[in-house]
């Protein structure tokens, strides 16, 4: 009798596909893709067509800036955080500035 029980649950048992298989990779959607799709829907309508850039720039890598205090030793501060790779940003924004200038001057 022990043994007719034993085969009879073995033979209910319900096979499963592999946590690898396509079916079962197919329906699943993590948590982080389901926030994606929610912030979509809802700044897609309030951003319209600039939300896909908007997008672009949330899930880039972040870009850290420095603010020199003006009360410290000023030079020193920013010429350790040169030595250490830090671009400052006010030489590139006067360069900028130089060069669309010249620009405008060969036009007039």
């Known amino acids: 009798m022990?043994?007719?029980?034993?085969?009879?649950s073995l033979f209910l048992r319900r096979?499963?596909?592999?946590?690898?298989?396509w079916s079962q990779v197919q329906k699943k959607q993590f948590a982080?893709?389901?926030a994606l799709e929610n912030f979509d829907d809802f700044y897609g309508q309030v951003y319209g067509n600039r939300w896909k850039s908007i997008r672009v720039a949330l899930l880039s890598e972040h870009k850290y800036m420095a603010l020199v205090n003006q009360f410290g030793d000023c030079e020193r501060t920013v010429a350790e955080l040169e030595a250490d790779g830090a671009i400052n940003l006010r030489e590139i924004y006067a360069a900028k500035k130089r060069s669309l200038s010249g620009l405008f001057e060969e036009r007039a």
């Open 2 to 8: 022990l043994l007719q029980i034993r085969k009879v």
């Open 15 to 21: 096979a499963k596909h592999s946590k690898s298989h």
């Open 32 to 34: 982080r893709d389901r």
